[in-house]
C-alpha cells in the first residue's frame, strides 16, 4: 500500500482480550499530538450504543486528542453501567496520554448487550499507548483493531496540494453488515493534518458522508453503533484554509469516505460480487437515491447476481416499487455496460455471454436511466449468498 | 377440507402447456353465474402488469361474470403486444362462455417479459370452460391452476349467519416471494354469494387486505402483478344488507384474506418457520405497522430465526431504524411468550430453553411493546434459509 499519512497523529491497535475467540487486535488508540477539531455523524437508529451518545454531545470540538476504540463488544442496550464504561475509557486514554478526559472520544463495536470486560481494556490501552507511532504499521495494525467480522482491514487517503502546503486526509473503516455475533457496525476514523474549524469539519464530513457511507449496504440493517469521526489537526499546516483548498479538501475527504465505503460494501458478508448501481436522468437527486437503495437492498437482485443472472426483471420491478413515481416507459437498464432493457422494453441480448461476464468479475455495474431529468445518486452493495445465511443462521446468542 | 363453499359460481383449472417443465395446472378460469359486483386491489408498483392496468380500469364494477388466470407467464412488461393478449384472454372466455368480453377480468403471474403462448392459453380456457362446476375438488384444482412456486395450494372461506340467511366467503390465493424465473406475485380471488354493491365491495375489500395482504413480506420485493379481487353475487340471497349484516361480512372478509396472507408468509421460499410480528402500545397503528414491517424485513431477523436464535438484539435494533421516533427505555419484546427484554435492558432467561422452542415450531410469535399508546400492528414473514438463495440464485433467465 502506498497511502499518504497525515502528520501530528500516533495510532496504535493490540489485543487485550476482549475478543475470546482470537488473537486479533480489539484495542485501537488513536492520540494527535496537538487540540484538533472533531466532526462526527451517528447512526440514524432510535437505539444508540453508550459510545454514540457521548460522542455526539462532544461533536463538533474543538479540543480533541484522542479517539479509543474497541472490537469484539459494542456496549450497546448495557444501560447506565454501559455509560459509565464509556466514560471510563475515556479516562483511562486521559490517565495514560496525560490529557483530558473531555478531549477524548469512543466508538465501540461487537457483541451488543453485554456489560464490558473492563480490565482487558484497561491491560489494553496501556499496552496500546506504550507503543504509538505513526508507520503504515502501525496505521494497520489500528485499522485491524477496529474489525469484527471484516475480511481484510480498510484504508484509503489522498494527498491534497493546497495553496497552503500539501496535506495528507487518511482513514480506517470496518464494516461488513449487521453481523453476529449480535451485530456488527459501520466504524470509520478520518484524520487530517489540513486546519479545520469545528464546524467546517462538520459540514466536510456531513456531505462526505451523504454520498458514501449512507450509499452503501449489506443487509439494510442499521447498527446501533455506526460513527463516522473526523479530526483535522492543523499540523504543521496552522491557518485558515483559503476558499479554494477548502473546495481541495472537500473532494478529498468525499473521496476517501467513497473508497472505504466501497470497501466496506465489497467485503459484505458472504459477498461474491460488488455491485455498483447508478440511476441516472432522475428529477432529484433524492428520488434517484430511494430507487438505488431499492433495488440495492432487493434479496431477489442480490441473489440474481450472486447467480450470475442478468434477470432485468428483478431489477426494473425493484426500481418501480421505490416509492418513486416514474414513467416506466422511459426506463432503460445496463448490466456490465451492456445496455438489456430499454425505453421499458427488453431488448435482445446473449445472456450466456454476459452471465459469464458477471461470474467472471467481482464488480457489477447495473446503470438505470429514466430519461426525466439530470438528477442522479450512486449506491454499493454486494450480493446475496448462501455463505451469507450460513453466516447469520449459524451463530447462537 | 372442510371449506364451505360459496353459490352460484363454478369453478375449473387445467393444464395447458404455458408451464413448459410441468404437468401442473396453468389455467383457472372462475365464472359467476349471475352478473356479480366487483372490487380489485393492485400492486403499488410503478410497473404494472398488462392484466393489472386491465382489471384496474374495470372495477369497482356491477356486471362481473368471470375471471380468467394464468399462471408460469406473467404477461409484464410486454408492450402493447401484451395489453392485445389480456384483453384477447377476457374474448376467449366470453366467447366459450357466451358472456360480454367486458365482464371478465385477468389475472396473470410467472415469468416476465415474455409474451403469452396465446394458442395453449386458448386450449386451456375451452378446456377449463368444458367442465366448470363448484365442487371442493374444482376449487381445489382453480387453486392449483393460479399456483408457481407455490409448494401447497391455499384456501380459506367462512360461513356467515346474517341476518338475511347463511352466506358463504372463500377465497384461492397463491405466491411464496417475488421468485423465479423471474418473478411470483400475490394474488387472490375471493367469491362471495352475499349481495354487495360495488362500492361496499371495494371497501370491504381494501380494509381487510390492508389488514392482511398488505401485512405480509417474504423479502421485500413488491411484484408488478400483485391483484387481490373480490366477486360478490348475491345469489339466492338478493337484497341489500342491513348495517349488521355488513360488519358480520366485512369480519368475515378480513379473516379470510388474514388466513390466506399466513398461508403465503408460511409458504415463502425455503421457509421453514413462520414468524408473527406483533407490535403493541404505539402512538398509532402507521407507527406500529412501519416497525413491524421493519422487523419482518431485517435479513438478520430472519436467519437468527431460521438459526432457532433468540437474538433479540437483531430485533430491537431492527425496530430502531424503522423510521420511527420511540423511547428505547419503554421497549419490552418477548418470543414464544418469552419475555427477554423489557424497559430498554435484556433479561436473563434460558436460551437453550427458547432456542430449542424455536427450533421445534413451525411458528415463531415476536411481541414488541412500545408503552406510548394504544395502537398496534400484526404482520407475518418468513425466516430467511440456504434454500431461498439457492432458489434464487441457482436459477438462470
Redo the contacts between chains.
Keep these: 500500500m502506498t497511502i499518504p499519512l497525515p502528520q501530528g497523529y500516533r495510532l496504535n491497535g493490540v489485543h487485550c482480550g476482549i475478543k475470546q475467540q482470537s488473537q486479533q487486535e480489539d484495542v485501537t488508540l488513536i492520540v494527535s499530538d496537538s487540540a484538533a477539531t472533531a466532526a462526527g455523524v451517528y447512526t440514524?437508529?432510535?437505539?444508540?450504543a453508550a459510545p454514540v451518545e457521548l460522542d455526539a454531545s462532544r461533536t463538533p470540538a474543538n479540543d480533541i486528542r484522542a479517539i479509543i476504540v474497541n472490537s469484539g463488544n459494542a456496549n450497546?442496550?448495557t444501560?447506565a453501567q454501559g455509560d459509565q464504561d464509556a466514560i471510563r475509557m475515556t479516562q483511562m486514554v486521559a490517565e495514560v496520554c496525560h490529557i483530558p478526559a473531555e478531549s477524548v472520544l469512543v466508538m465501540s463495536t461487537g457483541?451488543?448487550?453485554t456489560l464490558l470486560p473492563m480490565d482487558c481494556v484497561q491491560t489494553g490501552i496501556q499496552a496500546a499507548a506504550q507503543d504509538l507511532a505513526s508507520s503504515l504499521q502501525h496505521w494497520e495494525a489500528a485499522a485491524r483493531g477496529i474489525m469484527t467480522t471484516d475480511l481484510v482491514p480498510k484504508m484509503s487517503g489522498r494527498l491534497v496540494d493546497m495553496e497552503l502546503g500539501p496535506v495528507h486526509i487518511t482513514g480506517i473503516a470496518k464494516g461488513s453488515g449487521?453481523?453476529g455475533p449480535?451485530?456488527a457496525t459501520m466504524l470509520s476514523v478520518l484524520l487530517t493534518d489540513a486546519p479545520l474549524d469545528a464546524d467546517t469539519a462538520q459540514s466536510i464530513l456531513t456531505e462526505a458522508v451523504q454520498d458514501s457511507f449512507h450509499c452503501i449496504s449489506v443487509?439494510?440493517?442499521?447498527?446501533?453503533n455506526d460513527t463516522v469521526l473526523l479530526l483535522a489537526n492543523g499540523h504543521n499546516r496552522p491557518g485558515t484554509l483559503t476558499a479554494k483548498d477548502e473546495v481541495s479538501l472537500r473532494q478529498a475527504v468525499k473521496e476517501v469516505c467513497i473508497d472505504l465505503a466501497r470497501a466496506i460494501a465489497a467485503d459484505g458478508e458472504g459477498a461474491s460480487h460488488l455491485i455498483t448501481i447508478d440511476v441516472a436522468g432522475s428529477t432529484s437527486c433524492a428520488d434517484a437515491h430511494k430507487i438505488a437503495r431499492a433495488v440495492a437492498?432487493?434479496?431477489?437482485v442480490k441473489?440474481?447476481i450472486?447467480?450470475?443472472?442478468?434477470?432485468?426483471?428483478?431489477i426494473?420491478?425493484?426500481?418501480?416499487?421505490a416509492g418513486?413515481?416514474?414513467d416506466?416507459t422511459g426506463l432503460d437498464l445496463a448490466i456490465n455496460g451492456t445496455m438489456i432493457y430499454q425505453a421499458?422494453?427488453?431488448l435482445d441480448f446473449d445472456?450466456e455471454q454476459l452471465?459469464a461476464l458477471i461470474r467472471d468479475t467481482f464488480e457489477t455495474s447495473i446503470v438505470i436511466t429514466l430519461h426525466a431529468g439530470n438528477a442522479g445518486a450512486r449506491f454499493w452493495t454486494c450480493d446475496?449468498?448462501?455463505e451469507?445465511?450460513?453466516i447469520?443462521?449459524?451463530?447462537?446468542?
Design positions: 440514524q437508529n432510535v437505539i444508540r450497546a442496550c444501560g457483541i451488543i448487550g449487521m453481523i449480535n451485530m443487509d439494510g440493517h442499521t447498527s446501533t437492498n432487493s434479496p431477489l441473489t440474481a450472486a447467480g450470475a443472472d442478468p434477470n432485468w426483471g428483478r426494473v420491478s425493484a426500481a418501480g416499487y418513486v413515481p416514474f416506466p421499458g422494453t427488453p445472456a452471465s446475496l449468498t448462501n451469507y445465511v450460513h447469520n443462521a449459524d451463530y447462537h446468542t
